[in-house]
């Protein structure tokens, strides 16, 4: 295949999937009544993503925090600026794409479908389902622009009959086909004949004759039982369906990919290694429902039961309230149980039966145990208890990375485990020092004294990274700041507020709880939206961000634009924007199916 062609067919696939992904427009009418996407493609898809509704997916982003703030009548010059500064960056195409940048977002008028599929013994593809409804003249304008490019590159097009209608056929100067049509205000494109007929006669009622000779009973995506399986643990409420739905089946995707290439040898180890155990992944995202602004699902099918790579899978139901050193300030908080040794176990059988008796056991002691100095399976493994927390906490002044990292490993014996861990430090005598702080011994890596000097163009002060560990209570911290961990050690002493006694914090555990599941995940998440907006802003308004803009702005028309916008439009006071963000939270559970994990951002009431 010819560059030029591969470089008509990426465009193609490119502005039919972004007309998808830039569905803001302006809703303009109803969807048209048709069979959804998943009546109409293949009951072996491999790959999918839909949005139901593009104009119901607007309408409902208008209405979450982020949508409410661009919308404030305090907010909305900047926004309005900004908006007109990508108008006019996008004059520089528009003479290629054939449409402004506001008819371009308008085109998508319903549901949006992308689909990778891969019938038995025929040609996979991509399917692509778009509704425009009345927006048609807009896309014909776009579709023009394509021909006239396909003919530059000694392309051409013509016209086939395919289930009885009218189709498009765009032939590339290598002879590659691609197919389109309209029909009934959808736009349906096809990268091969077969698919297209399939989707054509099943839009009709009937599985297009090609595949149904491959396909039992012409089924449908709609038919494939994982597919169902995780669309129906992703579902929300029966009243509110999501508005982006996606599902991947990974195994078969591989297998397609490698069929009749000599990576196709290696097939033979995915039942060897179990990983045919993995069913398939997929999710659903749900925008202003309920009491909740977004929603978000993803579920990982998974064999029952359980055998090889599956079998490593171990989380398990624990202890998830906060624990005493983190503080209450944290931006965000996760805290997850798995069972680190059975993991261990299961991997070290698996390994062996393929390697040799001891082989996995010899590797982790090579790669993990020699380089820091102990017995990785006698001294390392036995010390973890078998929960690990992570926290993220800003430290002042905001900087662009003033977002710190801080993770804990609650350990079995503390006191047990300080030998091992002198064992690791005496490995490295010259690579850290030894400290204080409120009656805790830690460590900080040894870095450089100093920090570059910067000019009045440079970019902002970066916070240097401090990496540092300590045995608190009975978990191993370790971070990139030794202020997070500093932080930390007062909140084990009582000394400061900690995150488990926020009102915030309860509020999340107790929706957590009421979920399917959560009186016992195996892992949790905490957010603080207004928090992390914080950062943003802060960092909006600092006087190096304003310097950056403006020296860097000279020659990028784009930061010049944003500079001028940010100046013409001061951003208001963090209140208004406060307003809209409430906290959010999340949860995993390991079942029979496999594991689901939920995610939530609670809805800010407004007077």
């Given at each position: 295949m010819t560059r030029q062609f591969r470089g008509w067919q990426v465009r193609w696939y490119g502005a039919l999937v972004l007309a998808g992904l830039l569905a803001f427009a302006v809703p303009n009418s109803a969807q048209a009544e048709r069979p959804v996407g998943p009546k109409l493609l293949p009951e072996r898809t491999l790959a999918y993503l839909r949005v139901s509704d593009s104009q119901l997916l607007v309408e409902r982003f208008r209405d979450t925090a982020l949508g409410r703030i661009v919308q404030d009548e305090q907010v909305r010059p900047l926004v309005s600026q900004l908006y007109n500064s990508a108008q006019n960056a996008w004059k520089q195409l528009e003479e290629r794409v054939g449409l402004p940048l506001d008819q371009l977002l308008k085109i998508p008028q319903g549901e949006i479908c992308?689909?990778?599929?891969?019938?038995?013994?025929?040609?996979?593809?991509?399917?692509?389902?778009?509704?425009?409804?009345?927006?048609?003249p807009q896309f014909e304008k776009l579709l023009a622009?394509?021909?006239?490019?396909?003919?530059?590159?000694?392309?051409?097009?013509?016209?086939?009959?395919?289930a009885n209608r009218d189709v498009s056929v765009f032939r590339g100067p290598d002879g590659q086909q691609v197919y389109l049509l309209e029909r009934d205000g959808t736009i349906v494109f096809a990268s091969n004949k077969e698919l297209?007929?399939?989707?054509?006669?099943?839009?009709?009622?009937?599985?297009?004759?090609?595949?149904?000779?491959?396909?039992?009973?012409?089924?449908?995506?709609?038919?494939?039982?994982?597919?169902?399986?995780?669309?129906n643990r992703c579902a929300g409420s029966v009243d509110d369906p999501p508005q982006i739905t996606w599902f991947v089946d990974p195994i078969e995707l591989v297998r397609t990919q490698a069929r009749g290439s000599?990576?196709?040898?290696?097939?033979?180890?995915?039942?060897?290694?179990?990983?045919?155990?993995?069913?398939?992944?997929?999710?659903?995202?749900?925008?202003?429902?309920?009491?909740?602004?977004?929603?978000?699902?993803?579920?990982?099918?998974?064999?029952n039961p359980r055998a090889g790579v599956v079998e490593l899978v171990a989380m398990k139901s624990g202890d998830t309230t906060p624990e005493n050193w983190v503080p209450a300030d944290v931006i965000s908080y996760s805290t997850l149980n798995w069972d680190f040794k059975l993991t261990f176990d299961k991997a070290a059988v698996l390994y062996n039966s393929l390697s040799g008796e001891g082989e996995f056991q010899n590797e982790a002691q090579r790669?993990?145990?020699?380089?820091?100095?102990?017995?990785?399976?006698?001294?390392?493994?036995?010390?973890?208890?078998?929960?690990?927390?992570?926290?993220?906490?800003?430290?002042?002044?905001?900087?662009?990375?003033?977002?710190?990292?801080?993770?804990?490993?609650?350990?079995?014996?503390?006191?047990?485990?300080?030998?091992?861990?002198?064992?690791?430090?005496?490995?490295?005598?010259?690579?850290?020092?030894?400290?204080?702080?409120?009656?805790?011994?830690?460590?900080?890596?040894?870095?450089?004294?100093?920090?570059?000097?910067?000019?009045?163009?440079?970019?902002?002060?970066l916070r240097r990274p401090e990496p540092c560990l300590a045995i608190v209570g009975d978990y191993l911290l370790a971070s990139d700041s030794t202020a997070a961990l500093q932080a930390a050690i007062l909140a084990s002493t009582d000394s400061t507020p900690r995150l488990a006694n926020e009102l915030d914090y309860k509020l999340i555990a107790s929706k957590i709880k009421r979920q399917v599941g959560g009186d016992a995940p195996g892992m949790i998440q905490f957010s603080r939206a207004e928090e992390g907006m914080r950062f943003w802003y802060e960092m909006a308004k600092a006087e190096d961000t304003k310097k950056f803009l403006s020296s860097r702005g000279e020659g990028n028309p784009l930061l010049r634009d944003v500079d001028?916008?940010?100046?013409?439009?001061?951003?208001?006071?963090?209140?208004?924007?406060?307003?809209?963000?409430?906290?959010?939270?999340?949860?995993?559970?390991?079942?029979?199916?496999?594991?689901h994990?939920?995610?939530?951002?609670?809805?800010?009431?407004?007077?």
């Open positions: 992308v689909a990778y599929v891969a019938p038995p013994e025929q040609r996979p593809g991509l399917v692509v389902l778009l509704d425009v409804k009345d927006q048609l622009k394509g021909e006239s490019f396909l003919s530059d590159v000694g392309g051409s097009k013509t016209t086939e009959k395919i297209l007929e399939f989707t054509l006669k099943s839009w009709d009622g009937g599985a297009g004759d090609k595949l149904a000779d491959k396909t039992p009973a012409g089924k449908t995506l709609a038919d494939n039982d994982k597919f169902n399986s995780i669309m000599v990576a196709a040898t290696g097939l033979a180890l995915i039942p060897v290694l179990g990983l045919d155990g993995l069913k398939g992944v997929g999710g659903s995202l749900n925008f202003a429902t309920g009491e909740f602004d977004q929603v978000q699902h993803m579920h990982v099918l998974l064999d790669r993990i145990g020699d380089r820091l100095g102990v017995d990785f399976e006698k001294e390392v493994l036995p010390a973890m208890q078998g929960r690990v927390s992570y926290v993220q906490w800003i430290e002042k002044p905001v900087r662009i990375n003033s977002i710190t990292n801080l993770a804990g490993v609650k350990l079995s014996d503390p006191q047990t485990f300080q030998p091992t861990l002198q064992k690791v430090l005496d490995k490295f005598p010259d690579r850290h020092e030894k400290k204080y702080f409120g009656g805790v011994t830690y460590w900080q890596a040894k870095t450089a004294d100093q920090q570059p000097e910067q000019g009045e163009n440079d970019e902002p002060a001028r916008a940010f100046k013409d439009n001061p951003l208001p006071p963090f209140s208004v924007l406060a307003k809209y963000l409430a906290p959010g939270g999340g949860m995993m559970v390991n079942d029979e199916t496999g594991l994990y939920m995610s939530f951002t609670l809805r800010r009431a407004m007077k």
